[in-house]
């Protein structure tokens, strides 16, 4: 076996020998000092929590958010990530190394968004914001990936943002592979749309990012539980 297959499938390995943190333990988001559980269980479903970020306009923090998968779902595809061709330029590394590398990997982030699996977001609003702010900044984001021709879906969806947030408030985003896109702002709401769905997690972690140290964030929780 050559030593790069040696070191690609140490790699794979320890991430499918990964076990389930202590439910309870926490992930900092450093920036807003907003704790997220590493480990939440969602609808009686484990999920992982790989990376947190915050939302900024000019000189101010909005929000704070985690990204998390279906924990076996997820780390399936990741594994099979690092299995891939795109994936193998990571074989052998570890820790701060392999954080490094899948940081200034986009095809890797490209997988993250595209994978099967449910996937969630906590969010928790670090200052007051209307529900007409949250209306437009989702809208403008959706209509940048979506075009004009998608202006009433896009509506639809911004529609179920009917509240002001307040400072410590929480908003839940979540999408299911079958394209539903659910928002959870104290009631839930529904809609299902494969191209929204996709394209609410491109605006986080894709090339545009709108909080670009999400994406930092979750190449290090990556990296942290492939080399467990």
Request: glycine fraction near 6%; charged fraction near 25%.
């Amino acid at each position: 076996m050559s030593s790069l297959a040696k070191g690609l499938g140490l790699t794979v390995t320890m991430l499918f020998a990964t076990p389930c943190l202590a439910r309870g333990e926490t992930l900092v988001e450093p920036s807003s000092e907003q704790e997220f559980e590493r480990t939440p269980n969602i609808e009686g479903k484990p999920f992982l929590c790989l990376g947190a970020g915050v939302r900024k306009k000019v000189f101010f923090q909005i929000y704070a958010i985690d990204f998390c998968v279906e924990a076996q779902a997820g780390r399936a595809e990741i594994a099979k990530y690092l299995q891939s061709p795109d994936g193998r330029r990571h074989a052998g590394k570890k820790a701060e190394a392999l954080a490094r590398s899948l940081r200034e990997d986009e095809a890797f982030f490209a997988h993250v968004v595209s994978m099967p699996v449910e996937k969630s977001a906590d969010v928790v609003f670090v200052r007051d914001v209307t529900s007409q702010q949250l209306r437009d900044a989702f809208a403008w984001v959706l209509l940048q990936a979506l075009g004009e021709e998608a202006r009433a879906r896009i509506d639809a969806f911004v529609a179920m943002i009917d509240r002001d947030m307040k400072e410590g408030d929480r908003m839940t985003l979540r999408t299911k592979p079958s394209g539903e896109v659910m928002l959870d702002l104290g009631v839930p709401h529904q809609v299902r749309d494969e191209r929204l769905a996709y394209s609410l997690w491109q605006a986080y972690l894709g090339p545009e990012s709108i909080i670009p140290d999400l994406k930092a964030s979750i190449a290090e929780g990556t990296a942290v539980h492939a080399t467990r």
